[in-house]
């Protein structure tokens, strides 16, 4: 099997511009101290491209909407109230979602954490906040949205799959998930037994992995979709393109090279040699990025090496939804941000179209997952 490796391929120039200093918004809670050590934590980032090239930013600390012209980049909007969101999402309709929680009790019960499912458009207006209380779960990593449809919950381990109608506002669960892997065992034809881990195609189903991969329906539970993998921890890829990434070794709790698997055969065809915590597609999988080395993934060659200045490193990447430029986050150890910006060559470009749009996924090694 190849293996990728970056040593030995020239560097790509790629323009960096400084991000403007702002205020943080002040915080509320109980805790002041345990906010500043989130603060500072690169392990909570998120970066999204709207449509419109607009991006946002947000980390336990902040969440902030920046624009980019003549060559600066300028703060349009801080999200006040909204700062604490660990897990921010957007469709294919350009609105954002985000889930919260927070830990109660009632009637001198033991702590529970409840689930609130919000959305809003990019200049904070057109609001919407759903509570979910029939969500108890401890550890809800995953969800997806399906605009004016459904919104799926879950979590990697064997717990029940939530769906919220947004037509009738009513949630389910289904516990369908023993009759799930039974089938997932048929439709690939494995018994070997492998964790349970969830995969983000960034499609309308709920994706997991054991013996296989499958995606299940979150109103009936079952699957209606699988792909082949034989590595196991398989955490995010592309259905149109037909490839997976999975860490070829080592703890689920650190970065680690990437074996790239083909989805019809379940093999792996290509391995990453460095460590990495950063991943991104374009729209429909034609170029990925690991954190600032581009692959063109049908030729599996690299045809972008980017370097951040000195003293910086990756806290997120994305490409825009024109699919003409990757956005790159970076932040050194005393708190200052700037952007790296490369632009795709026009012959490489992967503009979203319907449904498919750029996605990404960054490593949380303090949870051991991919968000």
């Not at 170029?287 to 080395?293: G, Q, S």
């Not at 498919?356 to 303090?366: C, E, G």
């Given at each position: 099997m190849p293996e990728i490796a970056i040593t030995g391929n020239p560097?790509?120039?790629a323009p960096v511009f400084d991000v403007p200093v702002s205020?943080?918004?002040?915080?509320?809670?109980?805790?002041?101290?345990?906010?500043?050590?989130?603060s500072q934590s690169f392990e909570d980032w998120q970066m999204l491209l709207l449509p419109d090239d607009q991006l946002i930013v947000s980390t336990f600390a902040k969440m902030q909407l920046f624009d980019f012209k003549e060559n600066k980049i300028k703060l349009l909007h801080n999200f006040q109230g909204q700062s604490a969101i660990t897990s921010l999402k957007l469709d294919d309709t350009g609105r954002l979602w985000g889930l919260d929680k927070v830990t109660s009790s009632a009637n001198g019960e033991q702590p529970g954490v409840i689930y609130k499912l919000l959305s809003w458009t990019p200049d904070g207006k057109k609001s919407r906040e759903i509570a979910l209380p029939g969500v108890r779960q401890a550890f809800l990593e995953n969800w997806l949205i399906n605009p004016g449809e459904n919104v799926a919950l879950w979590s990697s381990n064997d717990s029940p799959v939530f769906n919220l109608s947004l037509k009738k506002g009513e949630l389910t669960s289904k516990e369908g998930m023993v009759e799930s892997r039974e089938a997932a065992i048929r439709l690939v034809n494995s018994s070997k037994s492998r964790s349970l881990t969830s995969i983000k195609f960034n499609d309308n189903l709920v994706w997991r992995q054991d013996w296989g991969g499958y995606g299940l329906s979150a109103e009936t539970g079952q699957v209606v979709q699988s792909v082949k993998t034989n590595i196991d921890g398989m955490f995010f890829g592309s259905l149109e393109s037909r490839w997976g990434l999975a860490p070829s070794e080592g703890s689920a709790y650190q970065a680690n090279p990437i074996f790239i698997i083909n989805l019809d055969s379940g093999l792996p065809y290509l391995k990453f040699d460095?460590?990495?915590s950063h991943v991104a597609r374009t729209a429909h999988g034609r170029?990925?990025?690991?954190?600032?080395?581009v692959l063109e993934m049908k030729s599996g060659t690299i045809i972008a090496q980017l370097v951040p200045d000195t003293g910086y490193t990756v806290a997120a990447s994305?490409?825009?939804?024109?699919?003409?430029?990757?956005?790159?986050y970076l932040?050194?150890?005393?708190?200052v941000e700037k952007v790296m910006i490369w632009d795709v060559p026009e012959?490489?470009?992967?503009?979203?179209?319907?449904?498919?749009?750029?996605?990404?996924?960054?490593?949380?090694?303090?949870a051991g997952q991919w968000r």
């Open positions: 560097t790509t120039p205020k943080i918004p002040e915080f509320s809670g109980n805790d002041p101290e345990q906010f500043k050590i989130y460095k460590p990495v170029l990925l990025a690991l954190d600032t080395t994305a490409f825009s939804w024109k699919g003409d430029k990757l956005w790159v932040k050194n150890n005393d708190g012959s490489l470009r992967d503009a979203a179209l319907g449904k498919s749009y750029p996605d990404q996924a960054n490593l949380d090694t303090s």
